[in-house]
């Protein structure tokens, strides 16, 4: 599929549109075609790397602001269980929110009992806290965290996704052959794909996204899942796409990315601003990232 065709599988994309006196750039996602460069998907083992080099991150963690305890739901990746969230959890935790993994056991896939279980566990805790959640999702737990905030809109206060695969095109999914292979092993026979194709993710099949702030956080350096597909389109008044660097399998041990999660999830309620870091992460993330930009105007150009 080329460039132009994936462009026009998206009607709902315009360039610019106007916002009083001068255009309003909307989000858009990025602009890479096809699979995952094969050199990043060979260097994934590399996230082991990033896990011992998190405390290094150390400064970068203490400086992230403190948040005013709401409560957080981390779901995890394809195969991955709460176990792969610790970084993530003792992280926010020491941050003061009120943290919470999904307790589903292993992420096998878009299956019927976790679709049923997510949106009654959301519901819960908003019951039990009385304040809106806030969903973490990485890889595939992005798209379960999507789903989740779309059957329960009136508890979800923000999305966070870390390289998931939240923008299929109607080619299908382009992660690595071995991945769709893996996944049609454990869990459905037509691949990844499979997720964006239950009746239940009929918004995300339509690519409709919700009015809530979602932050879809992206790698050029993901082996796994393109940046097409881990970015989306959509309003800078809820909507964002923020490149880091790094693995797709290291995203949760990321010193950079679990600081930009932290600088996400201290936005106030009701009065969320996309992403410009400023201060230690600011120059962290403009040094590692390979842009001084936002990533709005990046996917723009």
């Known amino acids: 599929m080329s460039a132009g065709q994936r462009k026009a599988s998206s009607p709902e994309r315009p360039a610019a549109r106007a916002g009083g006196s001068s255009e309003r750039h909307l989000v858009v996602r990025h602009s890479h075609v096809g699979k995952p460069r094969a050199l990043n998907s060979l260097l994934e083992p590399r996230a082991l790397l990033e896990m011992a080099l998190l405390p290094a991150s150390l400064p970068l963690l203490l400086k992230a602001p403190r948040g005013d305890g709401h409560p957080v739901l981390l779901l995890p990746g394809f195969m991955a269980d709460d176990t792969t969230l610790i970084a993530l959890k003792l992280f926010l935790q020491s941050k003061g929110y009120d943290v919470h993994t999904w307790g589903l056991g292993r992420n096998l896939g878009f299956r019927s009992k976790h679709a049923s279980a ?43 996704t870390l390289g998931s695969p939240v923008s299929i095109d109607a080619g299908g999914s382009q992660s690595p052959s071995t991945v769709k292979a893996l996944y049609r092993v454990i869990s459905h026979r037509l691949g990844p794909t499979a997720h964006v194709m239950q009746p239940r993710a009929k918004t995300l099949r339509e690519q409709r996204r919700l009015e809530i702030p979602t932050s879809c956080l992206y790698s050029l350096g993901d082996g796994v899942v393109p940046p097409q597909e881990a970015t989306i389109d959509g309003d800078p008044a809820f909507h964002e796409n923020i490149r880091v660097p790094g693995s797709h399998l290291g995203l949760g041990f990321n010193g950079i990315v679990l600081a930009v999660v932290a600088d996400r999830l201290a936005q106030p309620e009701g009065a969320w601003q996309p992403f410009h870091p400023q201060g230690l992460l600011g120059r962290v993330w403009r040094a590692t990232s390979g842009t001084a930009r936002g990533d709005r105007d990046l996917s723009a150009a």
């Open 118 to 160: 997510l949106p009654q566990k959301i519901r819960y805790l908003h019951h039990v806290s009385g304040r809106k959640v806030s969903l973490v999702g990485w890889s595939l737990g992005g798209v379960f965290s999507l789903y989740g905030a779309e059957n329960t809109l009136e508890c979800v206060r923000s999305v966070i």
